[in-house]
């Protein structure tokens, strides 16, 4: 008796700890070096100008996960080949503290992977961190998208599982472009039960685009990648620079 329920424990606490890993995940997704924008030099003023801009995101609260910076005060479009601009854009569920956390993953993999490109964006589980001597606030990287998916398909019902998918893709992306200006987060998740299991997703954009923008953005991976790359599988996620888009049979956000 006491062996079986010690086993039944042990069997909790492997679930337990197997759901606070999918939860706590930061793994490396994906990058791209911009080699259109230059180069710089370790000590060149772009690189000071670089590590001055970081430094100042690092003291930011980011309570909505997010910030677009620059070593200029504005914004301002300009020829000179030393200003940086940054963005910096978590998962609606990494905010605060765990949004520093992932900007220093993410910057030193940039500095890695993208060594001395003045261009260049970083992707892990829960942010996405650009660097750019142009600015490229509000826009929509269209350049920058690309998809993962489960190798596994789903096993029967395919077009029950396709149903379910698609109506509560419409369901987040009405949510994730409510008024941006309200919400301060352009963000949604949601769950649907097809069947024994249960599907999780999550929509985002960046918070630099329009409430528009961000519709358009989300349209167009839907567009693009529903019918064709996700079809039956299991699992899959788009991510760009401008927005994002994940779904799986498991929880893979903080609650």
Not at 173 to 179: F, R
Not at 213 to 221: F, T
Request: glycine share 6%; proline share 1%.
């Amino acid at each position: 008796m006491s062996s079986n329920i010690l086993a039944m424990v042990a069997m909790q606490l492997l679930l337990i700890r197997i759901v606070s890993s999918q939860n706590v995940t930061n793994e490396y997704l994906n990058h791209q070096c911009n080699n259109t924008q230059g180069t710089y030099t370790r000590g060149s003023t772009f690189g000071k100008n670089l590590n001055q801009v970081i430094r100042n995101i690092s003291h930011l609260h980011l309570r909505y996960g997010y910030t677009y910076n620059s070593s200029v005060e504005a914004y301002e479009v300009s020829k000179d080949p030393n200003i940086v601009f940054v963005l910096l854009q978590c998962r609606g569920d990494s905010y605060g503290s765990k949004c520093h956390s992932c900007l220093d993953t993410a910057f030193s993999g940039l500095r890695e992977r993208c060594r001395g490109n003045k261009g260049a964006i970083i992707w892990y589980d829960q942010c996405v961190l650009e660097i750019s001597s142009v600015n490229t606030k509000g826009r929509i990287r269209y350049d920058s998208f690309f998809n993962m998916t489960n190798v596994k398909n789903v096993s029967s019902n395919a077009e029950q599982f396709k149903n379910k998918r698609k109506d509560l893709f419409h369901k987040l992306l009405l949510g994730a472009t409510k008024d941006v200006s309200d919400s301060n987060d352009a963000y949604a998740v949601g769950e649907t039960r097809i069947g024994r299991n249960k599907m999780y997703a999550m929509m985002q954009c960046a918070l630099d685009l329009t409430t528009n923008g961000c519709y358009v953005c989300l349209e167009w991976i839907i567009g693009r990648y529903d019918s064709f790359y996700f079809d039956r599988r299991q699992g899959a996620r788009v991510l760009s620079r401008s927005c994002s888009l994940r779904y799986e049979l498991y929880p893979f956000l903080r609650r």
